[in-house]
């Protein structure tokens, strides 16, 4: 369970660097546009200043006439009009048009400036002036926009990485799971023959034959166990058959060999079959998890409820215990390899769980209720044949 805290930290702090790197790149870029903006009228400004001044070289004053058409001429990117102090257009400059849509467009030029920036007025003499409006280049415009491409692209890198990452994480952890599964059944193996041919020897001996059937019942057990670490890794063959018979099996087993304190009860409708396409070891192995849970969840006398039911689609089965429960936060992460409330174990029994049921079965497993102090019940919904 902490380890998996920890890696969650370790994505979220990773998620949050990368965030901050975007944000960080989004501040700099508007402010590298704010400069550009701030740039763009002053050379606009600049531009009115040497229309003036040609103005004044017109009625006789001495200036450099080059220089300030130099000015006029340097400027290609900033779309600019100019009016008189009555609002008709007198000139432009950078801005495309054919000559029947001049007007038009000029025009509608002229309104899309007057409501992005504040006119320059240009004054020529005492009794003339001129307004110049302009807006933001193509240039500066397009940058306008690359903020949002960029946070776009960085946010997709951050979603591409993490599917990648979760699933190399996934392949890996597959690799450990087969490899182990493998091992401890081929590990279990000689321990079960060498059990089976002591039963045989109990069996000539003067000893309780009820004693021995309940040895032979739990020897019968690890070969299912060993089958079922062995199936992992493998498509498992799926049978179609009624699942209250597995159901009464396991729970038979295990209210045999659970605390007389805690009491199965299997509600199925015995007149009605249950026929799903399933695997017997691999579901047992799951009803088995489940209820081992529940039995270490109930602090002191307790009941557990199995109950079977199916309509046209789906058969669905309701596991519910009268335990401690499981805290709300931890809802998302029950099924998460590493996630247990014991001292001792490894976290594995409900992550194997969702795999042979969703991944063997094409089922669905869930944590469908859960109350501190009052219990917690799992729903498995599989498909019916």
């Given amino acids: 369970m902490e380890l998996y805290f920890k890696k969650r930290r370790w994505k979220l702090l990773l998620l949050l660097i990368a965030m901050l790197i975007g944000a960080s790149s989004l501040i700099y870029t508007n402010w590298l546009i704010g400069q550009m903006s701030k740039q763009e009228r002053k050379s606009v400004e600049l531009w009115a200043e040497a229309m003036k001044r040609l103005v004044d070289v017109g009625n006789g004053s001495n200036q450099d006439l080059t220089f300030l058409q130099d000015i006029m001429e340097d400027n290609t990117t900033i779309p600019i009009i100019y009016t008189d102090e009555a609002g008709t257009i007198l000139g ?9 849509r001049k007007a038009i467009v000029l025009q509608h030029e002229l309104e899309k400036m007057k409501g992005q920036k504040a006119p320059i007025e240009v004054v020529l003499s005492e009794e003339m002036k001129q307004y110049l409006y302009y807006r933001d280049s193509n240039l500066l415009q397009n940058l306008r926009y690359f903020p949002l491409a960029q ?6 890198f951050i979603i591409v990485s993490y599917f990648a990452f979760s699933s190399s994480r996934k392949a890996e952890q597959n690799q450990v799971w087969v490899g182990m599964s493998k091992e401890t059944a081929h590990q279990l193996g000689t321990p079960i023959s060498s ?11 003067q000893i309780d034959q009820e ?10 057990r ?5 089958e079922r670490f062995s199936k992992i890794g493998s498509a498992p063959e799926l049978v179609v058959a009624d699942l209250k018979h597995v159901l009464q099996t396991t729970v038979s087993y295990l209210q045999n060999r659970s605390s007389q304190k805690v009491r199965f009860q299997l509600e199925v409708d015995n007149e009605q079959s249950y026929d799903v396409p399933h695997n017997a070891a691999l579901f047992s192995w799951v009803i088995e998890n489940l209820c081992k849970n529940a039995v270490d969840a109930i602090e002191s006398d307790g009941i557990i409820r199995l109950q079977l039911s199916k309509n046209s689609k789906q058969t669905i089965l309701d596991i519910s215990d009268n335990g401690k429960g499981i805290p709300k936060s931890q809802y998302k992460t029950v ?13 594995l029994g409900l992550s194997l769980a969702r795999r042979i049921i969703e991944n063997y079965h094409q089922g669905k497993i869930a944590l469908k209720h859960s109350e501190i102090g009052r219990g917690t019940t799992f729903r498995i919904v599989l498909p019916n044949a």
Wanted: proline letters at 2%; zero cysteines; hydrophobic letters at 45%.
């Fill in 92 to 100: 432009d400059r950078n801005i495309s048009y054919t000559e029947k």
């Fill in 151 to 156: 946070f776009g692209v960085i946010m997709l």
């Fill in 195 to 205: 059990l089976m041919a002591w039963v045989e020897l109990l069996k000539m001996k």
């Fill in 211 to 220: 004693l021995i059937a309940e040895i032979e019942k739990d020897v019968s």
């Fill in 222 to 226: 690890l070969e299912k166990i060993t």
């Fill in 335 to 347: 099924f998460e390899p590493g996630y247990t409330t014991k001292k001792r174990g490894w976290g």
